[in-house]
Structure formats: C-alpha cells, structure tokens
C-alpha cells in the first residue's frame, strides 16, 4: 500500500468532526427524541440489499453524523480498497496475496485476474468436479472399500476449515439430504472425533480432509487418528484410503505425503483466506449436503452482495453502512463488544462463524506498516440465537452498564412449513424479535413504571434507560442465496471496518505464538524435558499436571 505520508485515522479532520458530534450532537440524545424530532426516520434508515432489508433507525446516528461517516470512509478511501481488491491486487500486504474470496461465486463467464492470470476458470473446474464427487456420493454411486454406498460424512478442520461449513450445514438441514449424516470435528480433544465416529460404520464413512495448509496440527493429528480408526475397523490396508479420505487444500505435496491420492483433492488457492474459504472447495461437505444446485444458488446470493458492495452508492451501501456504525460506537462510544442475536434456531452457529470472521480479521492492533493504532478495531462478537439468549444475557445488555450495539436477524416465514410445528410458532418468535429492539431503543422512563403503580423503591430497578442501539435484518425466508448473502455482507462490513482503521484484516498473525508454544511444550508434559527457561507459572503448573498424569 502507497505509504504517501498519510495522515493517521485519528489526526484526520473527519474524525474530528465526529469527535465533535459525539459530544455535542449526541453527548446525551435519546432514541425516543430522535425518532419523536423525525417522522421519516424509520423510512429513510433503512436499505434493501438482495431480499435483506436493513434497518439501521435504531442507532445513535442523525443525517449529520452519517453523512460525517462516509466523508471518513472517504477519506480513507475505502471504495479505492474495495475495488483493489475486487481487482485482485495483493492487499494481504504482511503475506503479499490478494484477497479473492469474491472470485469463488462469480458466474462462470466472469473475468477476475490473478497475477494476469483469469482465475474464474479455475474457480468453475473445481466446482464442477466437487459437483460430480457430491452427485456421486448423493446417489450411493461412490463405494466404499468394501463396496457398501457411503452414509455418513465427517469433515475434519479447523477454524475456517470447519467453521463455515459447519456453520452452513446447520443453517441449511433443511435443504439437506436425510439420508446422509454429516458430523464436524475440528477440536484436537480426541474426544471430539471419538464422539463422532463411535458410532458410525467404517464402510459407510467418508472423510473430508479440510486444511488450506495442510499442516494444522489439529486437523493433522485428527486426520491421522481417523485413518487409523477407519483401517483399524475395515481390517484394511493403506488402499482402502482412496475411497474414504478426500482432501481440501492448497498443499497438494501435504496432502500426497499424508497417503491421500491427490486426484481425490479438491483445490484451492492462496488468494482465499481460511475465514472466507467455505463458498471453495472447504464447502464440500455442504454441497454433499444440500446439492450442487443448491450450493450454487447460495454463491450467486453471495454474489449478488458482493456487486452491491461494489456498486451501490455508500448511502446505500448496506456494508459500507454497517461497517461505519460500528466504527462510530467503537470509536466514540467506547464499545468494546458487538452482538449477533439471530431469532432462527438454524442460526444457531452462525455467531460462531462471525467470530472467526470478524475478530480474527480485525483483532489487530497495529496498522499497515506495523505502527501501534492509536484507536479502537474489531469488537468482541458474541451472542446465540433468540429468544435463549433473553432468559439469559439479554438482562446485561438492557439494564446493564455498558453499551452494546447488536444486530438482530430474523425472518417473515420459517424455513420448515409442516404445521403444527415450527410454522405456528413462528410469529411468537417474531413477536420478540421485534419486541426486543423496541425495549431496547426506546426502553421505559421512570413516569411510565410509576403510571404502573410500582413502588417507588422499585421504579430504579424496573426502568430501562433504553437508548441502545441496534440493526434488524429482516429477510422472507432462510434460503441457501439468503445465507450467501447475509455471509457476505458481513464479509464485506468487516472490510469497511479495516479499511478505516487501516488495519491487514489478512493475516492473522495472532494465532502464530500460541502454535509454537505448545509445540514446544509437549515434550515437556510428556516427557518432562525441555523445561528450562520455563517461566515460574507455567513450569509448575505443567509439573502439577504430570504428577495426576502420574509421570
Ligand atoms: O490458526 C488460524 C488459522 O490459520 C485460520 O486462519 C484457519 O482458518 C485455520 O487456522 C485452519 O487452517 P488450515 O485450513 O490451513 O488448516
């Protein structure tokens, strides 16, 4: 990135002027008055993307401070990135790689280069051949070892290895074959692959090898426990591995060397981040699942978001939107955490999924030519699908003292129609969904609990200051293009957040210390070798350890 004497975020005019805003505009304004001052508000703070409708009245925002945003997004060129990278040029500026994710759902007669290279072909020829593999599997086609059809599939990976695709496949069941099982292990607690496999046929088993490196020790070791399992159980040689194992990866030689033949490897590309692999051949799993018509319908929703994103101007732009209503809290407000609230029990992992994205994007803090930022980047990302998380947090975020901006997600019909279930419940869970951000912008003043005859020592505890802001997504129904495009809408918010910040929302160097510390500590608990220069916490935590190992 051009280094021409930038100036930093926080020495700009713009940020300034929201500086000032904030303490004069909106030192004390109340969601109640807002809305009261401006009958149009609710009509004009909102933004239709795709079949997503965003709702963003109920924040601490006038036309004044949005208007403050975009002239920061403009400052710090945010649309210059955006299409820089939509280009293809290496904005992952610490591992010098472009960052393509884009790519993976542009319809086939798109041109999207690469080093001068048309990677779009590339794209659909993977596609294809996972659609063929899926078709395969589906339709009992693909035998295994001992020549019974495969039932069950178990993706094993990591992070973005497992989290989209883990994530995807709850959100999508629906729309999933029921014939096949499809379980996940990521964790390198053995426990994790023992519970997923103890009850399964090795016969039937297909595993999905997941690991853009190929040399995550989790997925490594799991990979290798789960051969040995499926070996141990068939009474079989390495041979019986070709029709159980299929890998993931932009490793062909790791995944050669691991005994898995590479025609059964499905590829991907250094251009794709882990945390924005799962519309590439990560996905497989989930295209078993749902099909590869399916599968398709649900990139071109990511699609459709990304030519929003590209396209539309910033006071409509519903990522460019987002992204700067969470700069304004983190920056202004002090918020430090961000809550993803989704009222569709398929959503359930969907946070999960987000916290990867977002946090390991933008938990950084040192800008692009590694000075230390002198501001606020990515927030905590948190929160479980409604209403459990009423009966449970939701008391925090109401009355408690900190602020919270939260999204809510939710839509008109349930994806499941069989009455009497979840169909006829689901206007009650609607009726909360809508309920919740209106206590919480709009809460209840101490008059109002008074006009309820409570007692005057309660009236403190029973008012809600409100005042909290918060997004509705709504959308008709939870459809394979609606997850596309609510995934790259997040993408793409979190992109706006970096480009402010001026952060590589990249990389993720943060996950490198951990790594080679228990690298190097594993002789030590096994061994008891090794320990010198330990500092005195651990070293005698790892020797408690070992002694109720009894080493
Ligand atoms: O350690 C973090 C990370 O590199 C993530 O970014 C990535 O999604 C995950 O590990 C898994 O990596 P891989 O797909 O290479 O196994």
Redo the contacts with the bound molecule.
């Keep these: 990135m051009p280094a021409v004497n930038k100036p930093r975020l926080d020495q700009r005019p713009e940020w300034a002027a929201l500086r000032g805003l904030r303490e004069e505009r909106f030192r004390d304004a109340h969601l109640r008055d807002l809305f009261a001052a401006d009958p149009g508000r609710a009509e004009r703070y909102g933004v239709r993307v795709g079949d997503l409708f965003v709702d963003y009245s109920k924040h601490l925002v006038d036309d004044g401070v949005l208007a403050a945003l975009r002239e920061l997004a403009a400052a710090t060129d945010v649309a210059g990135l955006r299409d820089a990278m939509f280009r293809g040029e290496k904005i992952n500026v610490t591992e010098d790689r472009a960052v393509l994710h884009t790519a993976l759902r542009a319809p086939r007669d798109a041109v999207v280069e690469v080093d001068g290279r048309n990677v779009v072909p590339e794209v659909h020829a993977v596609l294809d051949k996972m659609a063929s593999f899926a078709d395969q599997v589906r339709s009992g086609e693909w035998k295994g070892h001992t020549g019974k059809r495969i039932r069950n599939v178990v993706n094993i ?5 497992d989290l989209g695709p883990a994530m995807a496949y709850e959100v999508l069941r629906t729309f999933a074959t029921r014939d096949l099982t499809f379980r996940f292990v990521s964790n390198v607690d053995g426990a994790d692959l023992y519970e997923a496999v103890r009850d399964l046929d090795a016969a039937e088993t297909l595993f999905i090898v ?4 190929f040399t ?1 020790i989790e ?1 490594v070791t799991n990979a290798t426990s789960a051969r040995d399992w499926l070996l141990g159980e068939l009474k079989a040689d390495q041979d019986a591995v070709a029709r159980h194992f299929v890998a993931l990866s932009t490793n062909a030689e790791k995944v050669a060397e691991f005994g898995i033949d590479t025609s059964n490897m499905f590829e991907f590309w250094d251009w794709v981040g ?2 924005y692999s799962y519309d590439s051949a990560i996905g497989l799993s989930l295209m078993i699942a749902i099909g590869p018509r399916h599968f398709r319908e649900m990139l071109d929703g990511f699609h459709l978001v990304d030519e929003h994103f590209r396209s539309a101007p910033p006071e409509r732009n519903a990522p460019m939107l987002m992204g700067l209503l969470g700069v304004w809290y983190g920056a202004f407000f002090d918020a430090q955490s961000h809550a993803v609230l989704p009222y569709s029990h398929y959503l359930s992992r969907f946070t999960a999924y987000l916290q990867q994205l977002d946090m ?1 994007s933008n938990g950084k803090s040192v800008d692009r030519e590694g000075n230390p930022v002198g501001w606020q980047t990515g927030p905590v990302v948190w929160g479980t699908p409604g209403t459990n998380g009423q009966h449970a947090y939701y008391q925090l975020i109401h009355q408690g003292t900190k602020l919270i901006p939260a999204d809510f997600v939710g839509f008109a019909r349930p994806v499941d129609e069989l009455p009497p279930g979840p169909a006829a419940q689901h206007d009650l869970l609607m009726a909360n969904f809508f309920a919740q951000t209106q206590a919480l912008a709009f809460g209840k003043t101490p008059d109002e609990v008074r006009a309820e005859g409570v007692a005057e020592e309660l009236v403190p505890h029973k008012t809600f200051r409100g005042n909290h802001p918060t997004t509705t997504i709504l959308a008709d129904a939870l459809t394979p293009s609606v997850l596309g495009q609510l995934v790259a809408l997040y993408e793409h918010k979190v992109f706006v957040q970096g480009a402010v910040w001026d952060i590589d929302s990249f990389d ?1 160097w943060g ?1 490198e210390l951990g ?1 080679v510390l228990a690298k190097r500590l594993e002789p030590v608990l096994t061994q008891g070798t090794g320990a010198d220069g330990l500092d005195a916490s651990t070293a005698s935590l790892i020797a408690r350890y070992r002694e109720l190992r009894g080493r």
């Design positions: 990976g990591i992070g973005g290895s997941a690991s853009k490196t995550t997925t882990g945390r390991e993720q996950v790594k």
